[in-house]
């Protein structure tokens, strides 16, 4: 979440950054997506991969800018990413009004398998979290003079 954030705040040499990355399950989430592009994180070490060590953090804000999703494990070791996420049909889980391509593409990989999903919209910045086919949380994008990012908990809605 926090890399998400930042990325929705900040994007990436002032432009807006859309991104998803899709955690948990990730040999099964591999299993249902196919590689846009070769793997960059292939043939690393794990522990120079792993999404919460804050040295890769601007690698993972500078890869965000290609296509396709980022595949992480359950310990946030990175699998992949600029991989496409083979989907079920919308009538297998429910969306907001409004989402687009990586947002349905998150529902519906967590739809299938046992993974969360958090999603980084490129036209608002702000960062949803998907379990289960369905939105469970958003996180807003901080606006200059406004208040701070603030979850919605969606579960509830």
Do not use: W, Y
Not at 148 to 155: E, Q, V, Y
């Amino acid at each position: 979440l926090e890399v998400a954030t930042a990325l929705g705040n900040e994007g990436r040499e002032s432009k807006h950054v859309g991104a998803i990355f899709v955690v948990g399950d990730a040999s099964r989430v591999l299993s249902m997506s196919t590689p846009l592009i070769l793997n960059p994180f292939h043939g690393h070490p794990e522990e120079e991969r792993n999404i919460m060590d804050r040295g890769l953090e601007e690698t993972i804000k500078e890869l965000s800018t290609i296509d396709g999703a980022f595949v992480v494990r359950g310990d946030g070791v990175v699998e992949s990413c600029g991989v496409l996420l083979k989907t079920v049909g919308q009538e297998a889980f429910e969306l907001p009004r409004g989402l687009g391509a990586r947002h349905h593409a998150a529902a519906g990989i967590t739809a299938v398998t046992k993974a969360t999903a958090v999603t980084v919209s490129e036209s608002t910045g702000n960062v949803m979290v998907f379990r289960g086919g369905k939105a469970i949380l958003e996180v807003e994008k901080i606006r200059l003079g406004g208040s701070p990012a603030r979850g919605t908990d969606l579960r509830q809605e």
